[in-house]
């Protein structure tokens, strides 16, 4: 059983950046690959971006390639997401998520634990 909480998130002008935080209580952190996905009001969730369990590697959806980065830190059981050059269409709220990590692929995997979310709202 893993518990994730999100922090981080807030209000900021187009053009600027957030770091959120997924902190992780529980067992065996280190096992498990994380994501974060976000969604809007009115649209469904979105994965944005996921991670090894080991930090070997990372994915992104093309919507934020080059915007955002993944990393996780398993000594303090959390998980970041640096996001940058951010827009107007990134307001949503964020949720981390984490599964056992069988090297399956990070966006099509159904995530079994999921935070309570953080919302990011970008103002233009």
């Known amino acids: 059983q893993v518990q994730l909480v999100e922090s981080g998130g807030g209000l900021v002008q187009a053009g600027g950046s957030l770091r959120l935080s997924c902190a992780a209580s529980?067992?065996?952190?280190?096992?498990?690959?994380m994501g974060w996905f976000r969604q809007a009001p009115g649209k469904e969730r979105e994965f944005l971006a996921g991670?090894?369990?080991?930090?070997?590697?990372?994915y992104y959806a093309d919507s934020v390639t080059g915007r955002c980065t993944i990393s996780r830190d398993n000594a303090k059981n959390t998980v970041y997401l640096q996001m940058n050059s951010l827009k107007p269409e990134d307001t949503a709220v964020y949720y981390c998520?984490?599964?056992?990590?069988?090297?399956?692929?990070?966006?099509?995997?159904?995530?079994?634990?999921w935070g309570q979310g953080t919302q990011v709202t970008v103002s233009s």
């Open positions: 998520a984490a599964v056992v990590d069988y090297g399956l692929d990070l966006a099509s995997i159904k995530y079994n634990y």
């Open positions: 529980g067992r065996s952190f280190s096992s498990y690959a």
């Open positions: 991670i090894r369990w080991n930090g070997g590697s990372a």
